[in-house]
């Protein structure tokens, strides 16, 4: 069974612009969900989709958004790019939500400049 | 929110031998896990487990829920076991559904 996808690996981009991230589930599975690695700040949970619906949001400012498509794959947008917003994004999926065992993607590392 | 404490966060070993990790949690939870960080930064799974005992290899894990601790042993350290190792919690219900909280990690070094 193939692993959890994510696009792209790697991406720089300017301040101020937006950008665009995907992640396709592990097959069967319908919840996906968002973080954020920063070496300040850990890992933070950005927000989960269930069957195109947002059950769960973090602490985030609403340049952050996602959307979840009916084949379960999932994309989060950041608009206004700051320079803060350089991370490594990992999204995870599982089969209903976080009582069930979450699989994570090979991430994408974005850099702000 | 729930507390997820590790330690300790940092660890130095010869090849061979053996270590424990832990992790503190603040209230009970419904998903437990344990991660490695490859140096790419992708997390591999090494156990799921909100309670009880599990081992796969070199590798085991033991959760105490009412203890709130979960503990990670690895046995007989290899060079390949170097790498930052998270341990992650979830609460139950609607407003927790797929958060993991997770600690800040133990970065272990293995020496040949």
């Known amino acids: 069974k193939a692993g959890v996808t994510q696009t792209p690996r790697y991406l720089i981009k300017t301040r101020g612009q937006q950008v665009t991230l995907s992640c396709s589930p592990i097959?069967?599975?319908?919840?996906v969900s968002w973080y954020q690695q920063t070496p300040g700040q850990g890992l933070q949970f950005l927000f989960e989709y269930f069957s195109e619906t947002q059950r769960n949001k973090g602490n985030f400012p609403g340049r952050f958004s996602g959307r979840q498509f009916s084949n379960s794959r999932s994309e989060m947008n950041v608009s206004t790019l700051e320079l803060g917003d350089s991370a490594l994004y990992l999204c995870?999926?599982?089969?209903?939500?976080?009582?069930?065992?979450?699989?994570f993607g090979p991430g994408t590392r974005l850099t702000v400049t | 929110g729930i507390q997820v404490e590790q330690s300790p966060p940092d660890l130095i070993l010869q090849e061979g031998a053996n270590s424990t990790l832990r992790c503190n949690f603040s209230?009970?939870?419904?998903?437990l896990q344990w991660f490695h960080q490859n140096p790419w930064g992708q997390l591999i799974n090494l156990f799921y487990?909100?309670?009880g005992t599990k081992q796969n290899g070199r590798l085991s894990a033991t959760t105490v829920a009412t203890e709130r601790y979960s503990l990670l042993y690895i046995s007989s350290s290899q060079t390949t076991d170097s790498g930052v190792y998270f341990c992650a919690a979830s609460l139950g219900g609607s407003s927790n559904t797929g958060k993991l909280i997770f600690g800040q990690g133990t970065t272990l070094q293995v020496k040949p």
């Open positions: 097959s069967g599975h319908r919840s």
């Open positions: 487990i909100p309670s």
């Open positions: 209230d009970s939870v419904n998903n």
């Open positions: 995870a999926s599982s089969f209903f939500g976080s009582d069930y065992e979450q699989y």
